[in-house]
């Protein structure tokens, strides 16, 4: 079946626009309470006491989020369920609650690092872990055919509240993942939020720890999330970083799940480096299951070869982090990573989270008591560019019999360190052109021909 909504991560798209309407809000919500009822029922000694479903619905900080929380609340009444609302709070924090509170499904309203003009919705089931392809699908279904859900009247009907308490909890929970050996004392630290979802969470959680916190970005207005700010735009982290004077920088996007870091010296450490790092740090504290790190088709081919110099092996999956998850429930793993700054630690979080991902490295700097600069000195990454060229039709790559000759090509030009990569977005009309190798030079005159060849067989 052909995916009609979900994407990569859940359901994207402009707000208000089809299919991020408030049409399609409450449809999904009928369909999750629907779907999450009947698997309770199933799965319950005494249906009687347990017909009604808990969803928490969770958002960021834009506007179209009022739209939207409140017409899946809508959709979760209509079908019988109780919706819980958190209020802004960042991705990890809805799944940990859902978990946590033993909801039935976890509802997140986010666009991540997108305009305030985009939105999203990405669904978490009882575990707190992003819901597979075959339930998503599923989800799609009922969502198009009303006729599979259960009417409910009278007394039957749901109802909704707002529970201000659950960003409490979340932060007790980030906390406690920080080792009790360590504070964050005598550390400066320059947070910003992209005024988004931890616009409240975070600065609060690395004070609680001791740290002296620098907040920026943490006004929100409904518009200005990821505006010039956070983990997608780090430069003006990095700019504080060296007028305070900060230990680090910690940059998070619109729900917090993802983290680019600053050095002392404000540079920015590119997300590869990171996972190496952390790698590391697992390895030397010895908290790392197995010897496997989990990571996508686009980690670094540098990183693959310092996880070998330290006795570890790379797993690659799709992009996308809940991939990255199904793949460590598959091998044990409990580490892994993206090169956007997604960065999860199985036996703390069911998905991608920032402000753990930053604790986590703080940790490592006071281990090792050497500063984020000098920690990642010895992991080199190969030159790799990336471009994105806009398509009028997704043909798969491999039909296109001039693209495969010219990718041929190119990897021969590079050799056996090089790679080619043609994936398509999994939520705009964008084809990613992605190329690595040992040779600067190589890799960007390749990178632009093969872009250019895309362009010439799929673009407008």
């Known amino acids: ?6 994407g990569t991560d859940g359901i994207r798209g402009k707000a208000n626009v089809y299919p991020m309407t408030g049409e399609v809000a409450m449809s999904l919500g009928r369909a999750v309470t629907s779907y999450f009822q009947k698997l309770r029922m199933q799965n319950s000694a005494n249906v009687q006491n347990n017909q009604r479903p808990v969803i928490i619905i969770g958002k960021d900080t834009r506007l179209s989020c009022y ?41 997140m309203i986010s666009a991540s690092h997108n305009p305030y003009s985009d939105n999203g919705i990405k669904i978490f089931d009882h575990t707190g872990h992003k819901l597979p392809d075959q339930i998503e699908l599923e989800l799609e279904r009922m969502m198009m055919d009303p006729s599979m859900l259960e009417e409910k009247i009278n007394a ?14 979340y932060i007790v929970q980030a906390k406690n993942v920080f080792s009790n050996r360590y504070n964050l004392s005598g550390l400066r630290l320059v947070v910003d939020c992209a005024n988004g979802a931890a616009y409240k969470v975070a600065p609060m959680i690395f004070e609680e720890l001791g740290g002296e916190v620098i907040p920026l970005a ?53 997300g590869d480096q990171l996972l190496g790092l952390l790698a590391k740090y697992m390895v030397d504290t010895k908290s790392m299951n197995g010897s496997q790190v989990i990571g996508t088709v686009m980690t670094n081919g540098g990183v693959e070869r310092y996880l070998k110099s330290i006795g570890l092996s790379l797993i690659r999956t799709k992009v996308g982090d809940r991939y990255i998850v199904e793949k460590m429930l598959e091998t044990g793993s409990n580490y892994g990573g993206e090169p ?33 600069s000098e920690l990642i000195n010895g992991i ?16 798969p790559f491999e039909d296109v019999k001039e693209l495969t000759t010219e990718v041929k090509k190119v990897e021969h030009d ?39 060849m895309v362009s010439k067989f799929l673009g407008h």
Request: charged share 20%.
């Open 1 to 6: 079946m052909t995916r009609s909504f979900f």
């Open 67 to 107: 739209m939207l929380e409140h017409a899946i609340a809508c959709g979760v009444c209509s079908q019988g369920g109780k919706a819980i609302l958190t209020g802004p709070l960042p991705t990890a924090g809805v799944a940990f609650a859902t978990q946590s509170m033993r909801a039935d499904a976890g509802i």
């Open 156 to 169: 039957q009907l749901g109802s909704a509240k707002r529970l201000d308490e659950v960003i409490g909890r």
């Open 218 to 270: 943490v006004n929100p207005n409904g518009i200005n999330i990821n505006e010039q700010c956070g983990a997608l735009h780090p430069q003006n982290c990095a700019r504080n970083v060296v007028l305070y004077r900060a230990d680090v920088g910690i940059c998070l996007d619109g729900d917090a799940d993802r983290i680019v870091m600053i050095d002392e010296k404000g540079r920015v450490v590119d």
């Open 340 to 372: 956007s700054g997604h960065i999860i630690f199985k036996d703390l979080s069911t998905t991608g989270d920032g402000i753990v991902a930053a604790l986590k490295t703080i940790e490592c700097m006071l281990y090792y008591k050497r500063p984020l």
């Open 380 to 395: 080199e990454l190969f030159p790799q560019v990336i471009r994105n060229v806009k398509v009028a039709k997704r043909i």
């Open 414 to 452: 590079l050799g056996p360190e090089g790679r080619v990569l043609l994936r398509y977005s999994g939520t705009e009309n964008l084809a990613r052109v992605m190329v690595e190798g040992e040779n600067q030079d190589s890799v960007q005159g390749n990178c632009e021909h093969l872009a250019s």
